[in-house]
């Protein structure tokens, strides 16, 4: 039998990370906007039929997280989604928050909904295939923000869906997002992941989670957007992140995968291979990229699907370049040689 800490480690071999096509009905709307192309039930099934079908993409995803809608659907040959990444060898995964909500008593902060009724829909997602799943709380940087109090409820609410995946045979990826919407420093990111990493492993070694069975998947250590100092080099964020992970994460994790969360393409490309460049480091670290794996390919395809080669290309291409960076290999000239 296939334990937890295989489904983990296997998510992040060697030159492997994550595709996060998990976007919510509305993110996926959002994102279908910025093409002109209208949300429908069959270009949403279409354009993750395209990227899933991505001939060579197993080379360097190892598992792909789904949503709802997604992990039920066909495609064009009539075998469900989760069969197609089956048959490829990717490992099928599932979001199982409901978003986020406002957090009571705490003005501009939020906390994620979904634990109502986990543990029936982790048996249902189990039976259609699902083999881990994923769980997004969200951290804002603002004016006396976060306050310790939201840090804490979304902490206990991401180590309660961890323990209810790991009771249940699926493997938890714990995603507690510090945003980089604002104008903070790269210290200040600091300062706000290390808090909320010590607040999530209390509550996951609390609640009795597995460390070795799960997965973390946080923001890097980076600068605000709107920060005066503009962007930190690659080399900053690298050397910033490490020093906040190896304080806090504990080595029994067998992988960080980093979400994107803004970042441009080669950004966060650049970003990982520096993380990695600095290794070898007490875990694995590689990507769980949404849209610095899919920007591309969603621009290329343009809704339709005689362009579904070019948005193959596209998202094959950055697939294959943060598997570089997933190993400390990539540089901006492979970035131009295979583009
Ligand atoms: P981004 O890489 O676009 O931030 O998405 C990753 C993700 O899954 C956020 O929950």
Known sequence: MTSLNDVARALVAPGKGILA?????????K?????GVES???????????????????????GVILFDETIRQQASDGRSLVQVLDDTGIIPGIKVDKGTTPLASAPGELVTDGLDGLRARLVEYRELGAKFAKWRAVIDIGDGLPSSYCIDVNAHALARYAALCQDEGIVPI????VLMDGDHSIDRCSVVTTDTLHAVFDALLAQRV?????????????????????????????AATIACFRDVVP????????????????EATANLDAINKLGPHPWNVSFSYGRALQA???????GDDANAAAGQKA???RARMNGLARDGKWTPDAEKAAG
């Open 251 to 266: 080595a029994a994790v067998p992988g960080i995968v980093f979400l994107s969360g803004g970042q441009s393409d080669e």
């Open 31 to 35: 994102r279908f906007d910025s093409i």
């Open 296 to 302: 591309a390919a969603l621009s290329a395809w343009q």
């Open 21 to 29: 096509a998990d976007e919510s009905s509305g993110t996926i709307k």
């Open 315 to 317: 998202f094959l291409h």
């Open 210 to 238: 597995q460390l070795d069975g799960m997965l973390l998947k946080p923001n890097m250590v980076i600068a605000g957007k709107q920060n005066r100092a503009g962007k930190a080099s690659p080399d900053h964020v690298g």
């Open 174 to 177: 714990v995603e507690p997002e």
């Open 40 to 62: 429908t039930e069959d270009r949403r099934r279409a354009y993750r039929e395209m990227l899933f079908t991505t001939a060579g993409a197993e080379g360097n995803i190892s």
